[in-house]
């Protein structure tokens, strides 16, 4: 059974960073593409940023704006989403998500991974 599981989120305020995490499990991790998306209330879900098995990164610049950065570790199967300089608007749901070898790298921005976790809260105060 494949599980994402988020961590990190948290209350904080504007300036801080965080650094988000997702642990994969129940499959074979090098062949995946893991994204991080955001969600906050009323509003579409967001691509953030992704990492392909090899390293491979793709963002959604309106949404980073240089702050933030995915990295992932091989070994231990986890993916983080660093997030520094934190406004008020990233305030949202952050959720991970696997898709299986993905065909070309501007197709992990679109919401259709093959798993996904339930998401770890981001709220940012000012």
């Known amino acids: 059974q494949v599980q994402l599981v988020e961590s990190g989120g948290g209350v904080v305020q504007a300036g801080d960073s965080l650094r988000l995490s997702c642990a994969a499990s129940?499959?074979?991790?090098?062949?995946?593409?893991v994204g991080w998306f955001r969600q906050a209330p009323g509003q579409e879900r967001e691509f953030v940023a992704a990492?392909?098995?090899?390293?491979?990164?793709?963002d959604n610049p309106e949404a980073v704006k240089g702050r933030f950065a995915i990295s992932r570790d091989n070994v231990n199967d986890m993916v983080y989403l660093q997030m520094n300089n934190l406004k008020p608007e990233d305030t949202a749901v952050y959720l991970c998500?696997?898709?299986?070898?993905?065909?070309?790298?501007?197709?992990?921005?679109?919401?259709?991974?093959?798993?996904w976790g339930q998401g770890t809260q981001v709220t940012v105060s000012s």
């Open positions: 998500a696997a898709e299986f070898a993905p065909a070309n790298l501007g197709d992990l921005r679109r919401a259709q991974y093959d798993y």
């Open positions: 129940g499959l074979v991790f090098g062949n995946y593409a």
């Open positions: 990492i392909t098995g090899n390293g491979g990164r793709i």
